[in-house]
């Protein structure tokens, strides 16, 4: 007999909340569009990056390294760890997946600051875990001490998310060094650092020297962001050797491809031009900062390559100016919008938009 009924998921699966992607710009006739909804980078791969991704083109016909051995030796010398420390992903939301899944069983508890990351939920529900949501003050920051209060017997991982997408301040040094001596050693700090060469605050953390003194602290990172390589997706994680070992043992097989690899490695060695571009992108997000000042915008902090504009119900009513002006951004229904830092004529858009804006 044929049955009309498949069978049915996890219940947990029902719970995966949907990413929301940054939509890409409709094509508006006579005039220049931009997309500043996905905190991407506007610049070009780095010098040497397509050539390296061409040259492993050659050998799609074979598997990848399995054991990234040239990302693993790129990244051990850059940082100074061990290779053992070292986890790579398919981007960090990957590598945070292999997390989760390494260290929580269905109904553990994981908690972090909200609004934060909107891949945290899902991720979370997908393994079977239970999200615990701490808000973020009004100034966009981690309640540090209403996270360290909100963990419990269940609780197995705590994510510190620095700077805050969306809301874009960043985690001091000493703060976060005070935040972890209060965790347990059983739970794992994840301090996922996606933003992390755009920091111009005072005192940045040194999460890799915070990770050598605490076995229980793991740092995530991406070269999707400053490094340009959102499209090929490579994210790590640096721990413990042992948890390392761990979210190895839990990532897909040959995840990261050869090409991947290739421009990750070729990144690596193009790290002063990074370093260029990273400026030039902070320059240009200092002047947005201070043009909304000038403009009378109040917004929290802005220590990523993006800006938060608590628009509250006036969030939709936005997006729609923006998007006739010729930018898309990233709406949060009812609470506000991202807006990525691009091009100085992107940037420009953004201003003029803001300050026709009636707060
Ligand atoms: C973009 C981003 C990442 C990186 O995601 P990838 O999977 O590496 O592209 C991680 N964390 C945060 C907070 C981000 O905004």
Redesign the pocket.
Known sequence: MSSQNPPAPRATVAAIPTYVAGKPPAPRPGQQVYKLSS?ENPFPPLPGVVEAAEAAVAQMNRYPDMGNSALYDALAGRLGVPREQLAAG???????YHLLQAFCDPGDEVVYAWR??E?YPIAVSATGAVSVQVPVGKDGRHDLDAMAAAVTERTKVVIV?TP??PTGPSVSDADLRDFVAEIPDGVLVVV?E??REFVRADDPIDAVALQAEHANVAV?R????AYGL?GF???YLVAHAEVAAAVRACALPFGVSTIAQAAAVASLAAEAVLLERVDALVAERDRVVGGLAEQGWSIPDAQ?NFVWLPLGDRTAEFVTAAEEAGITVRPFAGEGVRVSIGEPAANDVLLAVTGNWVG
């Open positions: 905190n398919t981007g960090s939301v990957a590598v945070l934060s990351f891949a998310c805050n997408n996922d996606a933003y995530m991406t070269f999707a962001k959102a997706r490579v994210g990523g």
